[in-house]
């Protein structure tokens, strides 16, 4: 008798939403160095077109980080997303606090990001 041998089970996919993907594109845009300390998220629809405002508070620390949140402000508002199913309609800047010693900013934004059809 032949045994056969049992093959491990594939790891579960995890199903990322529209939330997951733009978190991880604003970390992208951070160059890896802020955390995101909070993200609100509301639907939003009109006539034509549906989908939701997030608000996100993103965290540099150090004096790099702080660096690359400056650029983050600069890049933001028109940065071209490439989100699968999603098109960011808006995106801006709507509060910032800085600290020079030791060096850390506090940068909240919000994003308009829509279903594309």
């Known amino acids: 008798m032949i045994s056969n041998p049992r093959l491990p089970e594939p790891a579960p996919r995890i199903r990322r939403n529209a ?3 733009l ?5 992208d845009l951070a160059r890896g160095q802020a955390k995101i300390t909070t993200h609100s998220e509301r639907n939003w629809a009109s006539i034509t077109f549906a989908g939701a405002r997030h608000r996100l508070t993103l965290e540099f620390e150090g004096e790099e980080a702080v660096q690359a949140g400056e650029l983050f402000i600069a890049l933001l508002p028109d940065h071209e997303f490439a989100i699968p199913g999603q098109l960011v309609a808006d995106a801006s800047i709507i509060a910032v606090d800085h600290r020079l010693e ?3 900013m506090q940068v909240s934004c919000e994003l308009l ?3 594309d059809a």
């Open 113 to 115: 990001v829509l279903e």
């Open 102 to 104: 030791p060096p850390w």
């Open 23 to 27: 978190r991880a594109v604003l970390l």
């Open 19 to 21: 939330g997951d993907r």
